[in-house]
């Protein structure tokens, strides 16, 4: 049976696409993204079997996704770990063979129900996957952590994280090396140039905080940083918003012909960051959603002081404001 993978392009569906290929070999890998999935379907020449990892179902195209699921006649097999309404949940687990969900990174969910098909050691894919989408908390991944060198794991898994940040590996193909090299039982660093792309990176990141420190503005417990030149650095400029203004939220703003681009990330985790940016974006007329520690939003022009004064609001809603 041919398969057909589809996964997001971040090192959390990196890695769940490289677990998804231990399973199936030979398999075509296809990077997507919910806005797009859709698109990609009516597209891909696809397989008899569908692998879908990491990537959520959108609110406007979802009952267009599940018919086109139900309609195909192909296997389905869903793992994510995004909200979704009870109803559209129990549709898809209906139409596909295999729906997984839970509170975890999708490299982990990918792994866990494969993992007696698969070597133990493509656990560390998992674990790979699980540290780049700040999930690592999860009881799977703290009682398999204590099995390996915690510190050679968190290593591989920032060379995947920092590494396709740099022009080198921000393409589809590039990334689709590190998702067969992971799936082979080879480690990130052993993709050549992985590493010093990587390291290169790192420094753009501290030359970056300078940056931000001097652009960095405040309003109520939000930091935020607009438009600036390092596109590609969206998590660490929010995060970094955050910390020079001292502020529990960070945002990095980046202005579009038809909408504002916003990235968020938190220092204090009592802040669910996903639900914040669904809230704050659907006040203004946008949408937003993420992981409860990164996030992300696309409002309309001109809406971004109304977005940060109801992120103040939701603070004070939650008992979290100073």
Same mark, same amino acid.
């Given at each position: ?90 549709? =898809?687990?209906?139409? /596909? !063979?295999?729906? &997984?969900?839970? %509170?975890?990174?999708?490299? $982990? *969910? #990918? ?82 140039? =992985?590493?010093?792309? /990587? !390291?290169?990176? &790192?420094?753009? %990141?501290?030359?970056?905080? $300078? *940056? #931000? ?110």
């Amino acid at each position: 049976m041919k398969t057909t993978i589809l996964t997001h392009s971040d090192c959390d569906g990196i890695c769940a696409g490289a677990v998804a290929l231990s399973m199936f070999p030979g398999s075509d890998v296809f990077f997507t993204k919910p806005v797009s999935l859709l698109k990609d379907l009516g597209e891909i020449r696809l397989g008899n079997r569908i692998v879908v990892c990491d990537i959520a179902l959108t609110e406007r195209d979802v009952t267009s996704v599940l018919d086109f699921f139900e309609d195909s006649g192909l296997e389905i097999m869903y793992f994510d770990h995004h909200p979704i309404s009870k109803e559209n949940a129990k549709r =898809l687990k209906k139409i /596909a !063979k295999v729906y &997984v969900t839970g %509170e975890a990174s999708s490299s $982990e *969910l #990918v792994y866990r129900y494969f993992q007696d098909s698969l070597p133990r050691e493509r656990v560390w894919a998992a674990i790979y996957g699980a540290i780049g989408d700040y999930s690592a908390n999860t009881q799977f991944v703290k009682n398999r952590l204590i099995n390996w060198d915690a510190r050679a794991l968190y290593f591989e898994a920032s060379t995947i994280v920092l590494g396709i940040k740099h022009d080198d590996f921000d393409t589809y193909d590039a990334k689709r090396r590190i998702v067969k090299t992971v799936a082979s039982g080879q480690n990130p660093s052993d993709v050549a140039g =992985l590493v010093q792309a /990587a !390291k290169e990176v &790192v420094n753009k %990141e501290f030359d970056l905080y $300078e *940056l #931000v420190k001097k652009e960095a503005k405040k309003s109520g417990e939000v930091g935020y940083v607009k438009d600036l030149p390092m596109f590609g650095f969206r998590g660490p400029s929010a995060l970094f918003a955050s910390t020079a203004t001292n502020t529990k939220i960070g945002i990095s703003v980046h202005s579009k012909q038809t909408h504002m681009d916003i990235t968020m990330r938190i220092r204090d985790y009592k802040i669910p960051a996903n639900e914040f940016c669904s809230r704050a974006a659907a006040k203004v007329g946008g949408s937003g959603g993420g992981h409860p520690q990164a996030a992300g939003a696309r409002i309309p022009p001109g809406k971004m002081s109304i977005f940060i004064k109801e992120l103040n609001s939701l603070l004070k809603e939650y008992g979290i404001q100073k």
